[in-house]
C-alpha cells in the first residue's frame, strides 16, 4: 500500500505533467488502463486453458487424478471471478424519465448546446431528487463501451437556479462530452470499479491463488488512481472553458459560488432544522421537499452565506474527491475573488439579487416536477419515520430523565460520576454537545481522566471558540483510542479556520494514520490464512457452557472448536474463530450448499454469551479450512462441543478424515 504523502507528492507530479503534455497524459492512462485488463485477461485465459487441458488429459488418459481436479478446482472459480470482475455493469439511473416530446423547450436547448459543441446528444433526461446535474454514459457492451448518454436534473438544483445559470451548467456537462470525456471517463471509471469487485470478490471467496491477483493490484491501484484522479480534475477544467463561450466568466463564477453557497445552506441550515423538530413532532414533515425548494428559491443568509464562502475559498485541495474546490475552478477561468468581508459581501449581495424562480416554469416543467415531488415527499417520509418515532421517544425519556437529575440536584443529591455522564449524554441528545458543557467539567473535577467528559468538554469548547478543547481532546485521544478520528476533525477543522494550516495538518496525518491502522485491523479480520497463529480462546466456563448449548440445538453440528487468532493489530480487541465440524451420514460426503446454509443460520442466530462487540468468525473445517482441524486439536480446551455420535459413525468420520488428509 502507498503511504499518504507519496501518493499526495505522486499527484503533484501527474499534474504538471498532465498540464504540459495533456495529450500524451491521456494516452499513459489509457495505457495504465490497458496494463491492468491484460493482466486480468491474461491470468483469466492462463487459467481456462489449464482447466480444459487437464480436462482433455483425463479424458485422454481415460484416468482420473486428484491433484488435477483439485488445480481445475482452484483454477476455474479464479478466471470466472476475474472474468465477472472485467464485465462491470452500471446501475441505470433513477428518477422521472422524461421524454423529448414532454419537453420540446428543454430539448430543443439541449439540441443547441449539443451543435454548438459538435458533441454527441442526449439519450435520455432523468429528474431526480439530488441537488446536483450530470452527464452519465451507461455502456451497453461491458468494458469494450458503446453506451446512451444520460442527462441527470436534479430537481433542488432547478428550484435554485435561473434559466442563464442552468444554461451555464449544461454547458458545463456538455463540455465532458464534446471533449469525449464521457466515453473515456466511463471506460476508466468502469475499470477501477473492476479492480474493486475483484478484491471484493477474492476477499469474500478466499480463493487459493488469490494471491496471484492481490498483489498485482495492491501494488497497481494506487498509481492508476492517481493518474486517473489528476485526469478527472483536469476534464473538469476543461468542461468549465467550454462553459466560459456559452455564458462568459463572470456568469459562470456567479453560477458556481451560488451552488456552492445553496449547497451549504441545505447541509447547515435547511436539513438541520427539519431534524430538530423530531425533540416537538413524533412523526417527520410531509412536504419536506416543496420546503426545500421555497428555500432554494430565496435569499441567503449575508452573515452565514459570507462565512460559507470564507470556508470556501480557504478549503485546501483533497485528494478523495476529484472535484476541483471552487477557488481552483474559479482562478482556472481567470475570476478573482477578494477574500476581504467587503469583497465577499458584495458577492454575496450579487448572488442574493439574482433569485429568479421561472426556470421550472419556463422549461415546461411544473407538472412533471409536482408529479416527482409528490413521489419523493412520500418516499422521504416514509423512509424516516421508523427511526424518526424512535428519536422523538428517545428524547422523551431523555428529557425525563434530565428533570429527575435536576430534581435530585434541586434536593442537594449528589450525583455519582456514571449518573452525570449520563446526564452528558441526555443533554447532549436534547439540546446540543455544547449545552452539556458543564455537566462534563463536574465529571474532570471529580476524575480528570475520565475519556468521555474530556471529549465532550473539548467538543464544547472548541464551538465555543476556546482553544483550551484542544488539550481535552488530546487527553481522550490518550485515554481511549476509539476518540482520535473524530477529536482530531475537530481539532483540524478548528485549526484551520484560524489560519494554523502546519498545527492542523499534524492532527490530519495522525486521523490519516489511525484510519489506516483501523483499516489494517479490519482486513486481518477479513481473513483466515494457513500462517495465522491461533491461541486458546481465555473465556469462562460460564461463557463456553452458555455457548455449548447453543451449538447443542443445532443438530447438523458434529464438532466445534473455538480459539483466539493471534492479531498484529488492535491486539486488545479480540478476534475468535469458531471453527464448525458437520455432522453427515456415512453414506454422505461434504456438501457445500448445506454448509453454506449452516454457517447463515449460526451468523444470524447463535446468540454468543459475551460483549456483542468482540469479533468472531464461523468456518466450516472442510474443504480449504480442513487443515484447521488439526491445528485447533493441538490448543488446550479448543474443542468447545461434540454431539453424541454412534462408534461406527466415529470410526467412519476418523476413516474419512484420513481417506481426504
Not at 446501475?91 to 459538435?118: C, D, I, M, W, Y
Not at 456567479?254 to 447547515?268: F, G
Not at 477479513?526 to 463456553?544: A, C, K, Q, R, V
Not at 488492535?570 to 453427515?584: A, C, R, T
Amino acid at each position: 500500500m502507498m503511504k499518504h504523502e507519496r501518493y499526495v507528492a505522486l499527484i503533484a507530479r501527474l499534474e504538471e505533467y498532465a498540464d504540459n503534455h495533456p495529450g500524451c497524459y491521456r494516452v499513459r492512462v489509457a495505457g495504465l488502463a490497458l496494463i491492468g485488463y491484460f493482466y486480468i485477461l491474461t491470468i483469466a485465459i492462463g487459467a481456462l486453458s489449464l482447466v480444459i487441458l487437464l480436462t482433455i488429459s483425463m479424458i485422454a488418459s481415460g484416468k482420473l487424478s486428484w491433484l488435477a481436479i483439485k488445480l481445475c478446482a482452484i483454477a476455474l472459480p479464479l478466471a470466472l471471478i476475474a472474468l465477472r470482475s472485467i464485465w462491470i455493469s452500471l446501475p441505470t439511473p433513477q428518477g422521472r424519465n422524461l421524454e423529448p416530446r414532454e419537453v420540446p423547450l428543454l430539448s430543443g436547448l439541449l439540441e443547441e448546446l449539443a451543435a454548438k459543441f459538435e458533441s454527441p446528444t442526449v439519450d435520455h433526461i432523468v429528474l431526480t431528487e439530488d441537488f446536483n446535474a450530470a452527464i452519465v454514459q451507461i455502456p451497453r457492451f461491458g468494458f469494450l463501451g458503446g453506451g446512451h448518454n444520460y442527462l441527470l436534473l436534479g430537481l433542488p438544483l432547478l428550484h435554485a437556479l435561473t434559466p442563464t445559470e442552468f444554461r451555464a451548467v449544461l454547458a458545463h456537462e456538455f463540455g465532458h462530452l464534446s471533449k469525449a470525456h464521457g466515453r473515456f471517463s466511463a471506460w476508466i471509471y468502469r475499470f477501477r470499479q473492476t479492480c474493486h469487485q475483484l478484491l471484493v470478490d477474492l476477499n469474500q471467496e478466499k480463493r487459493h491463488g488469490a494471491f496471484i491477483f492481490n498483489r498485482f493490484i495492491e501494488w497497481y491501484a494506487p498509481y492508476f488512481d492517481a493518474y486517473s484522479f489528476v485526469l478527472a480534475r483536469n476534464q473538469e477544467y476543461e468542461a468549465d472553458r467550454c462553459a466560459t463561450e456559452v455564458v462568459g466568466k463572470e456568469m459562470l463564477a456567479s453560477t458556481l459560488i451560488k451552488v456552492e453557497l445553496k449547497h451549504r445552506m441545505l447541509e447547515e441550515e435547511f436539513f438541520p432544522e427539519i431534524y430538530e423538530r423530531v425533540c416537538e413532532q413524533p412523526e417527520p414533515p410531509a412536504a419536506t421537499y416543496d420546503e426545500m425548494y421555497a428555500r432554494l428559491g430565496g435569499v441567503l443568509n449575508t452573515i452565514n452565506a459570507e462565512h460559507w464562502l470564507a470556508e470556501a475559498i480557504m478549503k485546501k485541495s483533497e485528494f478523495e474527491d476529484t472535484h476541483p474546490t471552487l477557488i481552483e475552478r474559479l482562478k482556472a477561468v481567470g475570476y478573482e475573488v477578494s477574500p476581504n468581508s467587503g469583497g465577499l459581501n458584495h458577492i454575496i449581495n450579487s448572488v442574493n439579487s439574482i433569485c429568479d424562480k421561472t426556470l421550472v416554469a419556463n422549461l415546461n416543467l411544473i407538472e412533471f416536477a409536482e408529479q416527482h415531488t409528490k413521489t419523493l415527499n412520500q418516499i422521504w417520509k416514509e423512509g424516516l419515520t421508523q427511526s424518526w418515532r424512535e428519536r422523538y421517544m428517545k428524547i422523551r425519556q431523555a428529557r425525563e430523565k434530565i428533570r429527575e437529575f435536576k430534581e435530585r440536584t434541586r434536593q442537594s443529591q449528589i450525583l455519582s460520576i456514571e449518573e452525570l455522564w449520563k446526564m452528558v449524554e441526555f443533554v447532549t441528545e436534547v439540546d446540543g454537545i455544547e449545552a452539556a458543557l458543564p455537566y462534563a467539567r463536574k465529571i474532570l473535577e471529580k476524575n480528570p481522566d475520565h475519556a468521555g467528559a474530556n471529549f465532550a468538554c473539548g467538543q464544547a469548547l472548541l464551538l465555543h471558540e476556546d482553544e483550551a478543547g484542544i488539550s481535552h481532546l488530546d487527553r481522550a485521544m490518550e485515554l481511549d483510542p476509539q476518540s482520535i478520528i473524530p477529536s482530531c476533525e475537530a481539532v483540524f477543522t478548528y485549526l484551520m479556520e484560524h489560519g494554523l494550516e502546519a498545527e492542523a495538518d499534524a492532527y490530519r496525518k495522525r486521523a490519516a494514520e489511525h484510519k489506516e491502522h483501523i483499516e489494517r485491523a479490519r482486513q486481518e479480520r477479513l481473513t483466515i490464512h494457513p500462517y495465522d497463529w491461533f491461541e486458546g480462546h481465555n473465556l469462562s466456563p460460564s461463557e463456553i457452557n452458555a455457548l455449548r448449548q447453543e451449538l447443542a440445538t443445532y443438530s447438523q453440528i458434529k464438532a466445534a472448536y473455538l480459539v483466539r487468532k493471534v492479531m498484529k493489530y488492535s491486539p486488545d480487541h479480540p478476534f475468535y474463530v469458531l471453527g464448525i465440524v458437520p455432522k453427515y451420514r456415512w453414506y454422505q460426503r461434504s456438501n457445500v450448499k448445506t454448509e453454506r446454509t449452516l454457517i447463515n443460520s449460526l451468523v444470524s442466530d447463535l446468540k454468543m454469551p459475551w460483549d456483542s462487540k468482540i469479533s468472531i468468525s464461523i468456518i466450516m473445517l472442510t474443504k480449504d479450512f480442513k487443515y484447521l482441524r488439526w491445528e485447533f486439536r493441538k490448543i488446550m480446551r479448543s474443542k468447545i462441543y461434540e454431539s453424541g455420535i454412534s462408534r461406527f459413525e466415529l470410526i467412519w468420520s476418523r476413516f474419512v478424515d484420513f481417506l481426504d488428509s
